[in-house]
């Protein structure tokens, strides 16, 4: 079956680095682009932006420039999100989502979801 | 703020008829789609397209689109849909996807 399973939770420090593992089964992993979804502690859901997995080119949301790289190893199937310089507010749980279009290319939606990697920042 | 704009609490008694709105210019032109999110676990797609369920989530779920507004109904409500929806479209511009604020639905 269609699967993305996620690494496991990090307690990180500020201005260290987090590296999140998304890996892909039961599909072609280069035909579905992957998206990255932020959820703060009691939030609800922030679209970060996504990856052409067969391209290798990002896309980001407003808000996640700089300090945030998408990035994939296709020969293992798998997405990457790196945050580098980790404040207190970036303290939230990440998703991974694959991303799939109907038949016209026009409309799009998520599934499956990763179960989700919780990053902890706190000194 | 979010560009889809949902409410942020409803309510429904058990058995009854509940539905969830999203509003947002961007509705006019794309569909949404509805996600459930229970504690602690990730969101799962319930409604995609026109009015499409993925495998094994129950009929009960439905949605439809009017102007700009996407409702994701719950027909006979069960104490396991209590849950927080999301429905996520495109923004203004439609080169993004963005999510609504999401509704917390109690059963009562």
């Known amino acids: 079956q269609v699967q993305l399973v996620q690494s496991g939770s990090e307690l990180k420090k500020p201005g260290a680095s987090v590296k999140v593992s998304c890996k892909a089964s039961?599909?072609?992993?280069?035909?579905?682009?992957m998206n990255w979804v932020r959820q703060a502690p009691g939030q609800g859901l922030e679209w970060m932006g996504w990856?052409?997995?067969?391209?290798?080119?990002?896309t980001y949301a407003q808000g996640f420039t700089g300090r945030f790289v998408f990035s994939l190893d296709t020969s293992v199937s798998t997405a990457y999100l790196q945050i580098s310089s980790l404040k207190a507010e970036d303290t939230a749980v990440y998703y991974c989502?694959?991303?799939?279009?109907?038949?016209?290319?026009?409309?799009?939606?998520?599934?499956?979801w990763g179960q989700g990697t919780l990053v902890t920042v706190s000194s | 703020s979010s560009e889809l704009t949902q409410d942020p609490a409803v309510s429904v008694a058990l058995g009854q008829t509940v539905r969830i709105t999203c509003q947002g210019d961007?509705?006019?032109?794309?569909?949404a789609s509805w996600y459930q999110q229970k504690p602690g676990q990730a969101p799962v797609l319930v409604i995609y397209?026109?009015?499409n369920r993925p495998s094994g989530i129950p009929d009960r779920f439905s949605g439809s689109s009017s102007g700009n507004t996407a409702s994701l109904t719950i027909t006979g409500a069960q104490a396991e849909d209590e849950a927080d929806y999301y429905c996520?479209?495109?923004?203004?511009?439609?080169?993004?996807?963005?999510f609504g604020g999401g509704t917390k639905l109690t059963v009562l």
């Open positions: 989502a694959r991303d799939v279009f109907d038949s016209s290319g026009y409309h799009n939606w998520f599934d499956p």
């Open positions: 039961g599909y072609t992993f280069t035909s579905y682009a």
């Open positions: 990856i052409n997995t067969n391209t290798g080119n990002p």
């Open positions: 961007s509705l006019r032109s794309y569909y």
């Open positions: 397209g026109k009015n």
């Open positions: 996520n479209s495109r923004d203004s511009s439609g080169n993004h996807p963005v």
